[in-house]
């Protein structure tokens, strides 16, 4: 274990946390902004692997990563199309039509894929490079961790105080922080309730179908079936170990950030560790986090209850 406190392992640990947050802390962010507006989108894995195969596709058929990550964005959007959909309109229960959606994407990617390749050899594509910030970047130690990073590295971080402005310095975020609580009143007042529900979806989607992308463009050059491996999943527990705050949803990302860094560490450098317990600890952290708040949850009111006017 003592190889992992070298500085240079541990400059590269803290910068692959940094990495690892990157897709999670999207997705995170946006499934805040619609649970604060009171939809419980429990399809953010299957969002994320839409992301994720339609970053792939247009990347290997255009060449253009960024074109990629706009139709990852666009991918996202349409699936919490779909979900907007069920849970505002047709009022399905959230957490069934969470759960229909995750299987669907799986079983409709995994064709997609198959019908692409067509039995030939897989195409790859060059992804995103590492960013250095002039100055900043070679600042000892630090410099290394947080100023080279892929550019929307920068972007996912920048959007944690961009989300806090949006709802708690803003009217709209105001409006939709009150379709958690008590959307009856936006309704009395002669504002669309269903029409905000559907802005935050929305918003939220398209956050998490540019996480997949970023996981697709960003750490891999083919794509596989289950790239995502859960982060979907770690991302809604996030939101719940941070306690549907900005700052503790960044918080909770970097710590299951820097578990899954230390575990690839582990399985690099040969450490007769089981890398598992690493990948299972965010989870019991979890946990043991929810048990400490459960008398002061600031969990939206009315999160995952359909409105009826």
């Known amino acids: 274990m003592g190889e992992l406190f070298q500085e240079a392992i541990l400059v590269s640990i803290l910068a692959g946390m940094i990495r690892i947050a990157t897709p999670i802390l999207f997705a995170a962010i946006g499934e805040l902004v619609t649970q604060r507006a009171g939809i419980w989108n429990m399809g953010v894995e299957g ?7 339609t970053a792939y596709f247009i990347a290997t058929a255009t060449g253009s990563v960024w074109l990629a990550v706009l139709a990852a964005m666009i991918a996202g959007a349409l699936v919490g199309l779909i979900i907007a959909f069920m849970t505002v309109t047709m009022r399905v229960d959230h957490f069934i039509t969470g759960l229909g959606i995750n299987l669907l ?4 990617t995994l064709y997609w894929f198959r019908m692409y390749i067509k039995g030939r050899a897989q195409p790859t594509f060059d992804g995103f490079d590492n960013v250095a910030i002039p100055g900043l970047s070679a600042i000892p130690f630090i410099g290394e961790i947080l100023f080279d ?5 920068y972007m996912a971080f920048a959007a944690v105080p961009a989300v806090w402005y949006l709802l708690y310095r803003t009217r709209w975020g105001l409006e939709l922080r009150c379709l958690g609580e008590n959307p009856k009143a936006l309704d009395i007042k002669g504002l669309s309730v269903s029409a905000r529900q559907y802005a935050a979806v929305l918003f939220g989607s398209v956050m998490t179908g540019l996480g997949g992308g970023f996981l697709m463009l960003g750490f ?9 491996a ?12 941070g306690n549907w705050m900005p700052r503790g949803v960044l918080a909770a990302v970097l710590v299951f950030a820097l578990l899954e860094s230390v575990a690839t560490h ?8 089981p890398h ?3 990948l299972a600890l965010p989870y019991l952290a979890s946990i043991l986090l929810l048990m400490g708040l459960r008398r002061q949850s600031r969990q939206p009111q009315r999160l995952g209850i359909p409105y009826f006017r």
């Open 266 to 273: 582990v399985q690099v450098l040969g450490i007769d560790v």
């Open 276 to 278: 598992q317990i690493f």
């Open 47 to 53: 969002t994320m692997l839409m992301g994720a195969f």
């Open 220 to 228: 891999s050059d083919r794509f596989l079936a289950d790239i995502t």
């Open 230 to 241: 859960g982060r979907g999943w770690l991302a809604i527990v996030a939101l719940i170990a």
């Open 149 to 153: 990073q892929r550019l929307l590295t």
């Open 105 to 108: 994407v799986a079983g409709l």
